[in-house]
């Protein structure tokens, strides 16, 4: 009788085993409902299986392993959180870098523009009776022929556009070799009634101009301020920094017309100096 | 059939640890030695971590800890040059002291019924691939299809080998019965 059930009997195993699904399952359990032999051998089998299993030895892994795995996969853990992190932490290291080295920069550029206009204003206070011009000529190119051979970088005199406008109120009185930032710099020095105004023009390597009032003018950015009883303007042009001293208020477009007359075109026309 | 799935990252508080026992029960069916038992599982939860990534949601995590125990454990025996130590036939080799339970340590631990140690004993008499197979099936009630994972061979493969495993293991309980019969009467 159970011979002939044979195939049921792998079958069976199967359902014990849990590996049987749908209606394989149902026709099986269907057939089991139906014959007392397969019953019989469905119990044999799973008090067989019941009789293996609760054999089932009782190892545990020492508490040493244990821990010691256990210590492993924290610290995988805290790895991945710091992976996690580790480009964020990189990126504000990176943005506090950038804010120190910026930092640094800035601080130097201001250094540097306060000492360049330090210096431009020790040299305007040199009087002309105390230190007499080293080339004196109201020609531009002569000025700036003789500052060419003196200078490291390439002087150019502001010699373009309201600068040499012929409703100028100033001539050009000639030009001073100087030192700055331990280089040869150019003192310009231009003369307007009773007023000196002088120019004092190095590399924008060695001096940037920064702060004071800000005026566009021209393409330039023109940096104004006031310090004690003269006016201070510099700006930055084609690799040169310049500082204009004088007791003549600068600043604003209207102030052009402190040192050169007033003409419709003069606050609306001004060329770029260069 | 049981279904796990990885934490992510920073939330693996467990990863895996519940199966450490049967790990190393399953290790020390394999190597028959404690230290290395010890070494497999550790060895195998490294290998785990490195490769949770590759672990597919919707796989069975206890069947992949026990393929990649096995796996080492394999790697191991080609190194050694000796080939893992598997016999096909269902022949006699090994013994009783060959299973988890009784090892030195672990049998202090085991259970003490008459029964186990019956069956425990008969399993240790069963081939290293029938014992694995059963093993895996009856002790850590992996699916077929898991056990086949784990040995690297057809589902198939497994539910032959898992019939002739059992009706070897049936036949030796029948005999060491049988012997403890003739025992109990030769005693008296």
């Known amino acids: ?260 007359r007033d003409s419709p075109a003069a606050t609306t026309t001004m060329k770029s100096p260069t | 059939m049981m279904s796990h799935k990885f934490a992510r990252n920073g939330e693996q508080k467990g990863f895996g640890i519940e199966y450490i026992n049967a790990l190393y029960g399953y290790a020390l069916m394999l190597t028959r030695n404690k230290v290395e038992a010890e070494d497999l599982v550790q060895e195998t939860y490294a290998r785990a971590l490195e490769a949770q990534h590759r672990f597919r949601d919707g796989s069975n995590i206890k069947g992949w800890f026990f393929t990649i125990l096995r796996n080492i454990w394999l790697n191991q025996m080609r190194h050694r040059k000796s080939g893992p130590h598997i016999v096909d036939a269902d022949g006699e080799e090994g013994g009783a002291d060959l299973l988890p339970g009784h090892t030195r340590n672990s049998q202090e631990i085991l259970i003490s019924k008459e029964n186990a140690e019956q069956v425990q004993s008969a399993i240790g008499r069963l081939s290293a691939e029938f014992r694995e197979v059963i093993l895996l099936r009856e002790f850590e009630e992996l699916s077929y299809q898991e056990i086949a994972t784990v040995l690297n061979c057809p589902a198939g493969t497994v539910m032959s080998r898992l019939g002739r495993a059992r009706a070897k293991l049936r036949t030796l309980l029948v005999e060491m019965s049988g012997q403890r019969l003739n025992s109990g009467k030769a005693s008296r």
């Open chain 1, 1 to 260: 009788m159970i011979k002939i059930h044979d195939d049921y009997g792998v079958m069976i195993q199967l359902l014990i085993d849990d590996e049987l699904t749908g209606q394989e399952r149902e026709d099986l359990i269907s057939h089991i409902n139906d014959c007392a032999g397969c019953q019989k051998v469905l119990e044999e089998a799973q008090a067989f299986s019941e009789r293996v299993r609760s054999a089932r030895p009782q190892v545990e892994a020492p508490a040493a392993l244990r821990e010691k795995i256990l210590g492993n996969i924290t610290n995988s853990s805290n790895r991945s959180v710091r992976a996690y992190w580790r480009p964020l932490a990189a990126a504000a290291m990176f943005l506090v870098a950038v804010g120190v080295v910026l930092s640094i920069s800035y601080l130097r550029q201001e250094s540097r523009a306060m000492s360049f206009v330090e210096a431009a204003i020790a040299e305007h206070r040199i009087s002309s009776s105390d230190r007499s011009l080293d080339v004196e000529s109201s020609s531009p190119e002569v000025v700036a022929a003789w500052f060419a051979q003196r200078v490291s970088f390439s002087f150019r005199m502001p010699n373009e556009g309201i600068a040499t406008d012929d409703r100028a109120k100033y001539t050009l009185a000639g030009g001073r070799l100087v030192t700055f930032g331990g280089q040869p710099a150019a003192l310009v020095e231009f003369r307007m009634q009773n007023n000196r105004i002088t120019l004092l023009v190095t590399s924008d390597k060695l001096a940037t101009a920064t702060g004071g009032k800000v005026t566009l003018s021209g393409g330039l950015r023109f940096h104004a301020s006031d310090l004690g009883e003269l006016h201070v303007a510099t700006w930055n042009n084609k690799d040169l920094t310049y500082a204009l001293i004088s007791a003549v208020a600068m600043g604003s477009s209207r102030s052009c017309s402190s040192c050169h």
